[in-house]
């Protein structure tokens, strides 16, 4: 008996995955290829469309803008080492895949992501700035904003990562932008300058989305967890994997699945986030070319003026009496969008004033293609100011709007931003490049925090699953409704709550270093960008003082 306790055989234990793989020569060679081709293709397509607009960059300015883009590409590459753990820790630690080909296989997802994204959430990101920087972008101001909200996001989702915690680049970015915002509000603070500060009813939708994913993460993955225990029997899902033994095939497949679905949809959230700021870059540097979008073609003219002609009339009905000509609409919808708040009939009035000599405008040139170089500016910011003013009408409509009135709006939005708000296929291929690349590089520090340090026990399959389910199932909804959420507090809190349904505690350490990041990423990130621009700014007015 006791020669066969013995030789009983003894189950292994979970070891650490393999981390230490050697890149092969042609590897490298390919990444190294992708990233210079993908900066090559970034600078031709923007000598093509510069061209095409007989739009013609002096050589300071493309190098500005040259700078710019590297900046905002650069972001977008960080946020992919940054938050490829999300994807990936699950499958490396449950032994789905080995690491090297994990990264490879979450970058090629980023990839396909950013090129399926919607683009509403790009320009969810771009409506927290304050509306005169936007409509000033090539100002000094307007690029003092830019290249400070950038470099301040940079900066810190490099610290975080250093320190190997899984901080949000989402919440980074936002938070960038909000100290932008306020601090233009201080330097403007004695000027009525309307659009200066920050419009807090739009950060406050995006910041709820932004808090309420850890709760999302954590109690959804916990619900998961639990229905997956009701109805799926099999014991091998809720135990740690044995040694460096893969999971069974039909648990091994759920778990790429999970992983690719969390990657691609990662690329379709996050990716777009650097889309929206490329092309504030763009407009400020070659407005002719990327300020309205020129690839709408003549034949939707017709559809845009009828669109207008609608709206005009429901605008028309209630603005009473009151003509105010072109510039003094200008300055009553400014107004409006100071106090956040339509004055009616002073400021429908103003919308239809605007709104048909815009319409008439367009009518003239035929087309937005059409559109010559010195009115773009103006094209450009009329429509945006007109949009801006609609969205404070589709958010409090008047008690007497009829539902006709309503779409009669709505379909105005719509024509305006496709007039406007738009993405060319360039910078989605560069922005997915990368993305894609930035995942394959320097994700090991944050893999180990996911996978190691969030629950007491090793990953389970059914740990991991649940968690990237959850992640995947919230980021796709959240970029249908246009609502950029936070990849990593999704995830991080989803492996938190299924280590609790599993039964394995949670380490008190990086529960209180993850939460930390939470909460100071937002104050920092504010402090970082609204100081960098203040120092900006200042910089370029001494500078033109001189």
């Not at 397509?45 to 883009?69: K, Q």
């Amino acid at each position: 008996m006791a020669l066969a306790l013995d030789q009983a055989p003894q189950a292994e234990t979970p070891t650490a995955p393999r981390f230490d793989y050697e890149t092969h020569p042609l590897a490298k060679l390919l990444f190294a290829g992708l990233l210079i081709g993908g900066l090559l293709f970034a600078g031709w397509s923007v000598m093509t469309d510069t061209a095409m607009a007989g739009e013609h960059l002096a050589l300071g300015v493309f190098a500005f803008l040259a700078v710019a883009l590297l900046i905002a590409l650069g972001f977008e590459f960080v946020n992919g080492f940054h938050d490829t753990a999300n994807a990936v820790a699950t499958v490396i630690y449950t032994n789905s895949m080995p690491a090297h080909f994990a990264v490879v296989w979450s970058g090629f997802f980023n990839f396909l992501g950013v090129m399926f994204a919607s683009g509403a959430v790009a320009y969810s990101i771009i409506t927290l700035l304050p509306v005169d920087l936007i409509l000033n972008v090539g100002s000094a101001a307007g690029f003092a904003m830019i290249f400070a909200l950038l470099l301040a996001a940079v900066l810190w989702n490099l610290a975080t990562w250093y320190v190997g915690l899984p901080n949000s680049s989402s919440h980074t970015l936002i938070g960038s932008v909000l100290g932008v915002g306020f601090a233009n509000q201080l330097i403007q603070a004695g000027s009525r300058g309307g659009t200066a500060g920050v419009d807090w009813s739009q950060a406050q939708k995006v910041l709820t989305g932004l808090w309420m994913a850890p709760l999302i993460g954590f109690f959804a993955a916990v619900l998961l967890f639990f229905v997956l225990k009701m109805l799926v029997r099999n014991p091998k899902l809720y135990k740690a994997p044995e040694g460096n033994t893969p999971p069974p095939k039909g648990i091994r497949a759920l778990l790429i699945l999970t992983c690719t679905a969390v990657s691609f949809s990662h690329g379709s959230n996050d990716g777009q986030k650097g889309m929206g700021l490329i092309m504030l870059i763009l407009i400020g540097c070659a407005p002719t070319a990327y300020a309205l979008n020129r690839t709408l073609p003549a034949s939707e003219t017709p559809a845009f003026v009828q669109s207008a002609n609608t709206a005009t009339a429901v605008f028309d009905a209630r603005s009473g009496t009151i003509d105010i000509p072109v510039d003094q609409a200008r300055a009553s919808l400014t107004s409006a969008l100071q106090n956040r708040k339509i004055e009616a009939p002073q400021t429908f009035a103003a919308l239809e004033s605007l709104s048909r000599d815009l319409t008439a405008r367009v009518q003239g040139y035929g087309s937005l293609s059409a559109v010559p170089a010195e009115a773009t500016s103006n094209v450009r910011n009329d429509m945006y100011l007109v949009l801006d003013s609609l969205r404070l009408v589709d958010k409090k409509p008047p008690s007497d709007f009829t539902d006709s009135d309503k779409a009669a709006v709505k379909g105005f939005q719509s024509k305006l931003e496709a007039g406007t708000r738009f993405i060319p296929l360039w910078v989605k291929i560069v922005v997915a490049i990368a993305l894609g690349l930035g995942t394959m590089i320097g994700w090991k520090r944050i893999v180990i925090t996911v996978g190691e340090k969030i629950g007491k026990s090793h990953m389970t399959y059914g740990m991991g699953a649940s968690a990237e389910i959850v992640a995947a199932a919230t980021i796709l909804s959240a970029d249908r409704l246009g609502l950029p959420v936070s990849t990593t507090h999704i995830l991080s809190s989803g492996v938190a709550g299924a280590s609790v349904a599993n039964g394995a505690g949670l380490q008190a350490r990086t529960l209180m270093q993850l939460a930390a990041a939470w909460l100071l990423t937002l104050p920092v990130a504010m402090a970082l960008s609204g100081g960098l621009y203040w120092l900006l700014l200042t910089a370029v007015q001494a500078s033109g003082a001189h």
